[in-house]
Structures are given as C-alpha cells and as structure tokens.
C-alpha cells in the first residue's frame, strides 16, 4: 500500500470553513480521480502553540504508480482550488509513505 499524506496547517480564522471544505469537497474530489481507495483525516495533536491547528490527510492508494498518475493528471489543480479558497491562511506539506508492516 501507498499513502499520500497532506500535513496542513490552518489558521483560526478559517478552520470550519476549511474542516467543511474537506469534508464536501476537498476529499471528495481526490477520492472521485480514482487513484485512491480511501481517505483518512486526522488532527494533528500537539502542545505546542503554533498560532493555529494542524490536520493530516491520508489518501490510500494501490501502488506508487497511481500516485504518480495523480501528480500528473489530478494533483495541480485540486492543489490549487485550495490555495484560491484559502491563500496564505493554510500551509500544507507533503510526504509519501510505503507501508512496510501492517499487524
């Protein structure tokens, strides 16, 4: 299994409408490309203040090649609906994971 996971960090101001958006929209959306087979999204728990709230966004897929596929046919323009919506209010980070060992 291949994840992609979408760290993002939200400003105050604009966290329920952003939560929302994922929710009805956002999520929606990627899953609807057919390179995923589900989607988690988790908040990022965390002492620290960083002036906001941070969520993680894991979006499952059969194998790195779907992923790839995603980048090039999908990923640029559901990248930027999100940055026209909330602009500088949300910064997000990107990793991709391989799992290795699921018990």
């Known amino acids: 299994m ?3 996971n979408v ?3 939200v400003e105050p101001s604009v966290e ?11 999520i929606p959306a990627v899953l609807n490309t057919g390179k ?3 989607a988690k999204l988790f908040k990022v728990i965390t002492d620290q203040d960083q002036g ?4 993680a966004t894991q979006y499952h ?3 790195a090649k779907e992923y790839e596929q995603y980048l090039v046919e999908n990923a640029d323009k559901l990248r930027q609906d999100a940055q026209d919506r909330f602009g500088s ?3 997000a980070f990107r990793t991709q994971l391989e799992e290795i060992l699921s018990l």
């Not at 329920?16 to 956002?26: G, I, K, V």
């Not at 906001?52 to 969520?55: E, F, I, N, Q, T």
């Open 2 to 4: 291949f994840i992609y």
């Open 52 to 55: 906001g709230v941070s969520y």
């Open 36 to 38: 995923f087979t589900h």
């Open 16 to 26: 329920a409408s952003w939560l929302d958006w994922m929710r009805e929209e956002h």
């Open 89 to 91: 209010s949300i910064l």
């Open 7 to 9: 760290t993002v960090h």
């Open 61 to 63: 897929c059969n194998s």
